[in-house]
DNA sequence: TATAGCAGTTACCCAAAGGTAAGCAAGAAA
DNA sequence: TTTCTTGCTTACCTTTGGGTAACTGCTATA
C-alpha cells in the first residue's frame, strides 16, 4: 500500500479520503449501480433498492448530481417525466465498484465459513 | 458494471453492501494505510492521521481488529508495549485501496480545476 | 368516482458517529 | 520532583444519517 515514510503514508492516506467524501453514506454506490442497470426513474430506482425511502433517495440522487455522477433531465409533460442517467464520468468509478465487489464476495464467502481465512 | 436485470443489479449491489459494512466511517481505511506504512504502536498511528482522536482510534482498531485485519499484541513489559499489525486477510483489500487512491488523485484534479471532465 | 402511479416534499424523531475534554497508572526523562 | 509519554477510558455533547409517515399536484386506469 504505502513505504514507512511520514510523507509518504499521508500521501497515500489522503485521496482516499477525498474519495470517501463523495462516496459515503449507505446508498449513493446501490444507486450508482442501480441507475447503470437500467432504472432511469425516480420509482424505478427505489424499488430496485431494497429499504431504501424516497427521501433518502431523493437527497442522495441531488448529492450524485452536485458531483457530477449523474444527470438528471425533466421532461415537460405532464405528469412529469424525470430521466435519471449516469455520466461518463461516473464510469471512472467502474474499477472501485468492481474492487469492493470482488472483496465483498470475498469477504462473505469467508464469514458465512463457506471459506477460510 | 452490471445488465439491465433486477436480479443481476441486486447481485451487484449486495457485495459492495458487504464491504462497506467493514469499511465505514472515516477512519478504517487511513489506519490501515497507517499500520501499513510501519506505524505499529497506538500514538504512531495517532500522530500519523490528522485530527483522529484517542477515542474514536480507540475504537475503530477494536472493530478492524474483530474484523481480523489487524492484530493486537500485548509484550508484558512495563510499562506495557502494544503492536498492532495488518494480517495478511487485510492485503486482499490493496486493490480497493488503489482504485480508490488512484480515484480520490483524479477527482481532486477535476474538482480543483487541473484537469478537465 | 375511487384508486393507483408518478416524483418527490415535509415534519418529526431516533440512533450512531464522532468531537471535546479530562483523567489514569506506570515509568522515563528533565 | 515535576513533567512527559504510553495506551488507553470516561462522561458529555453535537452532528449527521437515516427511518416513519403523511401529503402534494397531476394523470391514467378500473
Redesign the pocket.
Known amino acids: 500500500m504505502c513505504e514507512i515514510s511520514e510523507k509518504r503514508c499521508l500521501e497515500a492516506m489522503l485521496p482516499v479520503r477525498d474519495a470517501l467524501d463523495v462516496l ?4 449513493k454506490l446501490m444507486i450508482l449501480i442501480s441507475i447503470n442497470a437500467g432504472n432511469h ?4 430506482i427505489e424499488r430496485s433498492i431494497p ?6 433517495l ?1 437527497k ?1 440522487l441531488k448529492d450524485l448530481e452536485e458531483h457530477k455522477l449523474i444527470t ?1 433531465k425533466v421532461y415537460d409533460q ?5 430521466e435519471y442517467k449516469t455520466t461518463p464520468y461516473s464510469d471512472t468509478l467502474g474499477n472501485v465498484i468492481e474492487e469492493l465487489q470482488i472483496w465483498g464476495r470475498n469477504h462473505r464467502n469467508i464469514i458465512t465459513g463457506k471459506q477460510p481465512i
Do not use: Y
Open positions: 459515503t453514506g449507505k446508498w426513474r425516480f420509482r424505478e429499504k431504501i425511502t424516497s427521501k433518502v431523493a442522495e438528471r405532464s405528469p412529469v417525466l424525470v
